[in-house]
């Protein structure tokens, strides 16, 4: 329900690309965002200060953690990258209306697309893993968004019933292979063998975790950008989510559109699974991912659906992650707070949004 | 001075943005047993009008005098509490709920108490003149009869003046005609009945009193009886436009054959008869009018024509087709919202959603947004599209400034094909008439025209040739000389003439 108000209320906005979101932060809308953000971190410290915690303190604790040094920086922008492709796999979808509600399910198959060629191929192809490994991630996350899309356009199956029940396999499917056929013969965790030298992500910056997995997303973003509001292939796609019927009538192949929105937001969920594998684990874990689909999906929407709100909005994200667990290890405060201080900003956002859209349209109107 | 009115506006104003009224210093007062008629240009401020009296908008100066007494409506509550109903455009029913469980859920308790059984409700609707089944499920009626659920709405909650807005655009003409014996019946029970319509012949034949309102002010409020149609038109338009001669064809139409369709079968539908061995041909340069009840098929034929749906049999041919099979036309589809246009993509591209994809628009897969904005200013620009920037979306403009654009695209189209349906719904008398003569303009450089509509006059006045859909079936396709009584026979009964097609 709320997602679905943030949606009709911001569309409206987002019309021709970088410039228009760069108004679009200029204008009232930034100042609602930051309004919602700033309030949901005054809200954090307060719960800090009755926890019995100096709040100032606390907050410089957190933002060390989160920016205060080139090693801070880079985990955050680590933390970043799964959820700023999941929020550009939601951000295609969406833009199609289609709502994929699947990108936690898409990451996990992409994850395991990643660790078959990494373990299965002989290390000896060296750097070929690389790419072979993110390719394949991508293909498995580019079949398991298929799916829905296929069923809905066959028989009509609803794609965020679909979608959802989909992750559950996606997760469960990877708690089997690392129990079972992926697990080392020697190894009793839940855990696959270390992948290669030759799969993994370079690191960026030597002494931090910053892999070139960062570079890809951030890379992705601008590709989706550029795909959405530069060629007449992302125009298309969004004639079909904003009015399906006027797009069918212009001769738009709805069902093909349809199909390659969720090839695509499958594929780019998939590399966001390939990237924390090759990038962060260096193998594929139970539970590796905490929630960085669903993460996505509220990004996405903060983000006005626009690829460089994603951006914005996944990098806060990550400083509240990393800034949390920064808070963890110096003062012993739950990491649970993030998830408070990471939700509360949607909370807010989906409040504005709703009582505008009263406000612009009220419930009882002759001109609609 | 007659009796007392029941409501009366004094001087009331309203803005939404500084400097820019939609409604100046209106003063009006309406009538227990009048049928008062608010006519207007589209954006004129009927619908603001309307709006304030039932307490949508407060008015920024100015006020509301109900019997005499100053009175606030902060909210429709307040209104309905005055016993002001309304009845909205689109109408504001619980489709999945009964007829009795609508009218339930708007009463306020001590009413609800009388409506217990569903007895209650028929006696009580029977007694208002306005028998409905309380049992039936309020999507399964057809509009007509959700409008007279509306009208009992307002009635069972006491209201002594109800609001139309524009409440025959959906009725078909038998329809309309006992629409208004109801707001008789109504005004003759001692209350007052305002309707917002751009229909003036409705308001010459039924309505008491009238109301003209330009750009915000009120150009005069007179019993009907002393006025005729075009001094309405100069009033509401604030020049001359003659609207019942022939629009100026060109000589010597009739080129080659563009489209042909043959014996063409849809199945029927609950709310439409579906086509039965519908039969088409059109030339070059002329337009055929498509004439009939809604109902009788339009949607299926527009359907059929456009691509959007395969005929159960037949055939359908054209000269020129897309790649996929599609005949090559541009379309004017019924609902603009949703067929015509994408609300939430720029005007330019709005105007050039037909070709965007093809040089000079789009080259190497990217699109040239220089030329896209040279080539849809210079669109806007001829189709005279009001508006400040072509890169603002057209959700904030006017129905006629966004037909203009549907129409714009459709015409701009390289397609030797037009195909419209209901061209002008919801237009005001002029924006209506450029919408025609634009057809025209198109037919007489050598495209071919088809225009389903329900509007007979307007039907009348543009086509060649006339085709009359009757229950799926072509009753007649007769020349657009033939007389009003002949068509509106065929329209109505389905009576093969002589003229016919074999």
Known sequence: MTSISTRQETSASHTSGFRSALGAVAGSNAVLVLTAFGSSIAIGLAILLFLGVDPLGALSVMF????????????????????????????????????????????????????LPATLLPPSLGYLLLPLSILCGALFGAIWGLIPAVLKLWRGADEIIVTLMMNFIGIYLVKHLVQGPLQPPDSDFNMSAKIPDGAALPILLSGTRLHAGVVLALVLAAAVWFVLYHTPYGVRLRAVGLSPRAARLQGMPLARLTVGAMLISGGIAGIGGAVEVLGVQYRLIDGFSSHFGFDGLAIALLGSLEPFGAVVVAIYFGAINSGTLALQSTLSIPAALAQIMASLPIIFLACAHGYRFLKGRPLWSSTR | MKTRPYVELTGVSKSFSPGHPVLENISLAFRRGEIHAVVGENGAGKSTLLNILFGMHQPDTGGILLEGRQVIHKSPADAIANRIGMVHQHFKLVASFTVAENLRLCAPPPIRKMLRRDADIARIAES???????????????????????ILKALINKAELILFDEPTTILNPAEIGSFYAVCRQIAAQGRAVVVVTHHLEEVLANATQVSVIRRGRLIGSTPVGKRTRSDLVRDIVGRDIDLTSPIARAAGHSGQIELRMDCVDVAPTESSSGLR?????????????????????????????AGLRKPNSGTLEARMVHPDGRVAAGLVPEDRHHEGLVLDLPISLNLLLNRFGKPPFTRHGRLIHSEIAVAAEDLRARADVRTRSVNITPRTLSGGNQQKIVLARALND???????????????????????????????????????????????RISDRIVVLFSGQIAGDVPASTSREVIGELMTLGARTGTDRP
């Open chain 1, 64 to 115: 060390d953690g989160a920016f205060g040094s080139k090693r801070a920086i880079a985990d955050t922008l680590v933390f970043m990258t799964p959820r700023l492709l999941t929020a550009l796999a939601a951000l295609v979808a969406l833009r199609c209306g289609f709502f994929n509600l699947g990108a936690e399910g898409q990451l996990q198959l992409g994850a395991i697309g990643a660790i």
């Open chain 2, 128 to 150: 208002y003149g306005l028998p409905v089944d309380p049992s039936a499920v309020v999507s399964t009626l057809p509009l007509s009869l959700q409008q007279r659920v509306e």
């Open chain 2, 277 to 305: 061995d519908a039969s088409l041909i059109l030339h070059a340069g002329e337009i055929v009018g498509v004439a009939g009840v809604e109902g009788n098929g339009q949607r299926e034929l527009f359907e059929v024509l």
């Open chain 2, 414 to 460: 390289e397609a030797p094909v037009v195909i419209a349906y209901q061209p002008t719904r919801g237009l005001d008398v002029a924006a209506s008439q450029e919408v025609l003569t634009r057809l025209r303009h198109a037919a007489n450089r050598g495209k071919a025209v088809v225009i389903i509509s329900s509007n007979l006059d307007e039907i009348m």
